[in-house]
RNA sequence: GCUGGCAUGGCGCAACUGGUAGCGCACCCGACUUGUAAUCGGGCGGUUGCGGGUUCGAGUCCCGCUGCCAGCUCCA
């Protein structure tokens, strides 16, 4: 028979194998056979197309985690027979496999399980696939509940049970020890890479979780257990490492270690309060921003943080956002001594949202189309009654300040407002040191959403336009629009490869409905103007978070808390720096002076723990020079340089927003 | 909200199976000070998150609350 091997055509006898094509190549974990995915002991069928998968590609990786998924699971069921089965997928960097036991997992359960899976590795198993019918599968896995349910039922948006089931035939996978004895299965669609062995030490059990059977709170909870897998030693320690580098920059660790923040229990969950040195930063941060929607042509509004019930019925916030605000404040009630109420009160709401209060400023009169298009910017605090456990440093907070803007234009305005707000919203994250950027589009559902075909149409058109006009990647996110206008956001890469989502742009067609915003027209008649709703940190707290992690507290000068911190190298050069120093404070440096009684090298360390980009240092030789001496926080060192290049050097550095 | 874990001076940690809280850093005082990440000595500081309970005795055990961590669910 003709097949063909990764584009060569060959003949090979009838019944030939992956395993013996791929012989000689032991990176080779399964194969794609005309697009599928198949394990390497299967038969080739003739005039195939067929594919070496090795366990560096993507999809490699892939069979080669949930094999250890199931080698996990096999583990399980040898210390713990009475232990369910859920479903255990492939995941970005590893794998879960979910059990239900009556114990959760403790850290020694892990441990001893890894010493099991280990054996289980070494014995060299082989996955062997079975085809069988569903009948059969549901009388040997009569025993396992869950994987019944998954035989028996649609299994429509299950999470992770595509790979229990496939579209086609039902397998059982058995794993068998080199002697033919069976020593576990599992219902699974496969494929898996062909020995255990392939695992090598390349894995590790990371921690264990509760999760809900099929995603569902509805439904009971198992013991997830979670690894991860990697082709290699070697990838899994730097994997490992990542993980540690990324604890390094945890905000919520450098917040204390900078002392720029803190989440006093006092004042209760999800809510900081902003010390000294994180003043400094967040103070910077919103005086570029406001100094940068000036020039922008937006104007600046204040609102208050609470508001009578009503006005978030008008918005509609109580019908559909209720569960997510503060509950109410019942205010001005009064009751005679008999406790009968005499005087109805009034509920108020911490707001959860601006765009309600900007609303009442564009219609606190009439407006005319020569205002168009009306920027309203402010820096508006919000509450929002997040669930516990879903608070997480500032970057899920119950109390933060959005950079909130509401723009009001006509429909003709939409294109051209859309593309500067965009270049505006990019060109603002660069100035703050994030460059790697992709966009996505958010479009309608047309099961849920106002306003008319046309109008969607041309704002998403337009949204699409401006997205591809900036020459970024635009990701599709279909139906991912909220149900009353399309939105482009904006995702932004930091240094060590995480993705969060940063800047919105969102079109509104329903919130000038409701509060019946209106204009005059050149021709005099009343027309509803278009809304944009934007914001480019998003939360203030949530992109001071992801800064501080993005630099890992290296802030660049202009965001540093201390800018410059000069260290006389003996006492007796105290006052040359003092004079130093004096004149970049009189340029706006923020520069202290390190007079203390500690030594010399101890200051250094200090002035190192602190992270401060510029350390002046001055001694016999720099003061006869009339120069001082730079070291960066790097260790590196610039020395003797004359004082009025040093102080050129650390405003020009300041003034362009410069890392150092 | 759910499941599990955790909570000891400002920070990081210690205290065997219940026996009466200790260390480092920071801070304060003193001495010492001339070139690159911890000078030496002394001192201050904790009713062990809060409230109950068991016990002769609780940081250690039990219950409730608050907060934190991980994951799930959620994120206008």
Redesign the pocket.
Known sequence: MTVTIDGVERELEPGTTGTDLFADRRDVVVMRVDGALWDLARELPAAAAVEAVTVSEPDGLMVLRHSTAHVLAQAVQQVNPDAKLGVGPPIENGFYYDFDVAQ???PEDLKALEKAMQRIVKEGQSFVRREVTREQALAELAHEPFKCELLTHDTEGA?GASVEIGEGDITIYDNVRRGGEVAWKDLCRGPHVPSTRVLQNGWSLM??????WK???KNP?L??V?GTAWPSKEELTAYKERLAEAERR?H?RLG??MDLFS?P?EI???LAVFHPKGGVVRMEMEAYSRRRHVEEGYEFVYTPHATKAQLFQTSG?LD??AD??YPPMHMDEERDVAGNVTKQGQDYYLK??NCPMHNLIFRSRGRSYRELPLRLFEFGTVY??????????LT?ARGFTQDDAHIYCTREQMKDELTTTLNFVLGLLKDYGLEDFYLELSTRNPEKSVGSDEIWEEATATLREVGLESGLELVPDPGGA?FYGPKISVQARDAIGRTWQMSTI?LDFNLPERFELEYTAPDNSRQRPVMI?RALFGSIERFFAILTEHYAGQFPVWLAPVQVRAIP?????DGYLQDIAARLRAKGVRVEVDT???????K???A??EKIPF?L???????DAGAV?F?F?D?S?D??VPVDEAIDRIVAAIETRAQV
């Open positions: 959760p997992f403790t999470e921690r264990s979780a509760a999760a809900y995603g569902s709170e909870q013991q997830r979670y945890d919520r204390v270690e989440f229990d209760g969950s999800g916030h559909w956002y997510g605000m959860p949202m929002r009654n997040e669930k516990s456990g879903v608070v997480h440093g899920r909220a969102q709703h190298v003996a006492e007796a050069f203390s009684d500690e030594r010399f090298p101890k250094i360390r200090t190192s723990k350390v240092i001055a001694g016999g030789d720099d003061a001496s070291r926080r260790g060192q020395n003797q």
